[in-house]
């Protein structure tokens, strides 16, 4: 998984080096108001048996099992295919450590904030546009020491007009210090343009 963005952040510097048809359709500066679940379930779930199993079986997490986040995002495009993203997500939460056997057994503050790099698929030119995104990010839980992550994953913008997305997102939230966990973040919010085109 380093790979993969580690690839997807040179992409995005490779871009910026030797430009593209003069970045026609290259973001402007963005605001997004996200809501989110916080999903620690499913990926505990796969790492005990396999993704396979959790799909066959029917055993993703349900929604009751999820922690609701609202979030807030800025982007802006850095060429016509790549856009940064920087986003700070809240919710409550029982953290389940991973140097812990079992979770504190109560919902605590959760704040995680990220930078990311979007590599999109289309200009934002179309109506659909499908992306991927890594990047790398922390969480402080309880008011606690800063614990880090990278979120890679994917989504899908759809242009409501010339400056103003709905947009979409998986992410997978890979653990980098030891007390962080694996989770995925499903969210979906309103984007609408802040700067000049």
């Known amino acids: ?35 989110g679940m916080m999903d620690f379930k499913t990926p505990q779930s796969i790492k005990t048996s396999s993704a396979g199993s959790v799909l066959g ?32 997500y809240f919710s409550s939460v029982d953290y389940p450590f991973r140097d812990k056997t079992t979770p504190e057994g109560s919902s605590s503050p959760l704040g995680e904030f990220d930078a990311s790099v979007r590599m999109k698929m289309l200009t934002d030119n179309f109506i659909l546009v499908p992306y991927l995104k890594a990047g790398i990010g922390g969480s402080i839980y ?18 409501l007009s010339t400056q103003t997305f709905l947009v979409s997102d998986f992410e997978y939230r890979l653990p980098v210090t030891q007390r962080a966990n694996y989770h995925f973040l499903y969210s979906i919010g309103i984007a609408t343009g802040i700067g000049k085109k």
């Open 57 to 88: 079986n029917g055993n993703w997490a349900k929604v009751s099992d999820m922690s609701p986040a609202l979030g807030i995002s800025f982007m802006k495009g850095i060429s016509n295919y790549f856009d940064y993203c920087v986003s700070g």
């Open 1 to 35: 998984m380093r790979k993969v963005c580690l690839g997807i952040i040179g992409l995005a510097l490779f871009s910026v080096a030797f430009g593209q048809e003069k970045d026609k359709y290259r973001k402007s500066a963005t605001l997004a108001i996200n809501f």
């Open 142 to 159: 309880k008011g606690s020491k800063l614990d880090a992550f990278m979120p890679v994953g994917a989504g899908l913008q759809l242009k």
